[in-house]
């Protein structure tokens, strides 16, 4: 195995991070169920674990970072379909893009499901909150330009909709795709859980954005305030 000089100036410790990821993204998608340890994913690097350790202190942490650069990758497909289609913007569209990206990128739901749930407890907070704040800041610029072009929503309703969008795409994952446990959706009794994952989404992400976007006014729900925060005195 050849093994990289140590990165300094900062253009390559991003290629090398960029490195790191792409090595992690590789071994996950030849089993996406068992990911690789940090001695795996430097050897895929070429580099030494180590040095992996100097970007991410734990394997959650990699999968972390590349559901952020999926999550990135996918606000960037929305604004790219605003700017393109301005108010001709249909529900339609949005929700066929949202379908297309999860399509072809087949573990983003699966790594979204794990990065809230049992990855959080081997991600330092300061990353976890770093991911937060990148995802917040991306919904705080999308929101109002949801609501731009669906004037029927409030202020506010534009992130809450793109946030639904999301949970509801990894509930019906976690429901349906047979993926993570095929031998377990096979038994008998569960035929009403053997869904298309795709199918599914469309349907209800469908009935979702018309039920926000294209309602009656007086059917419209009023926008969720933000929860306070614990601790925090009036």
């Known amino acids: 195995m050849v093994v990289l000089h140590r990165a300094v100036q900062a253009e390559d410790k991003a290629a090398r ?3 790191i990821l792409h090595a992690a993204q590789s071994l996950l998608a030849r089993d996406p169920e068992n990911f690789a ?3 795996q994913v430097a050897e895929e690097a070429g580099l030494a674990k180590g040095t992996v350790y100097l970007y991410f202190k734990t394997k959650e942490e990699m999968l972390m970072a590349i559901h952020a ?3 990135t990758r996918l606000f960037d497909v929305v604004e790219a379909l605003i700017a393109a289609q301005g108010p001709g913007l249909t529900v339609e569209q949005c929700v066929d ?3 297309g990206f999860v399509r072809g990128n087949p573990l983003f739901l ?6 809230h749930s049992s990855f ?3 991600i330092d907070p300061e990353f976890m909150y770093q991911f937060r704040l990148g995802v917040a800041t991306r919904l705080a610029q999308l929101g109002p330009q ?3 072009v669906f ?3 409030q202020a506010g309703q534009g992130v809450e909709l793109l946030n639904h969008t999301y949970a509801f795409g990894i509930g019906t994952w976690q429901l349906c795709d047979p993926s993570h446990d095929p031998e377990g959706l096979a038994r008998p009794g569960l035929n009403v859980l053997r869904k298309d994952v795709q199918t599914v989404m469309r349907r209800g992400l469908m009935a979702l954005w018309r039920g926000y976007a294209l309602p009656e006014p007086s059917a419209l729900p009023q926008p969720i305030a933000p929860a306070s925060s614990k601790g925090t005195s009036s």
């Open 17 to 19: 991070r960029s490195t």
């Open 37 to 39: 340890s940090v001695a």
């Open 69 to 71: 650069e999926q999550a």
């Open 97 to 99: 893009a949202f379908c």
């Open 110 to 115: 699966q790594l979204a499901g794990k990065c």
């Open 120 to 122: 959080e407890r081997n």
């Open 146 to 148: 949801i609501e731009a």
């Open 151 to 153: 004037p029927l929503l």
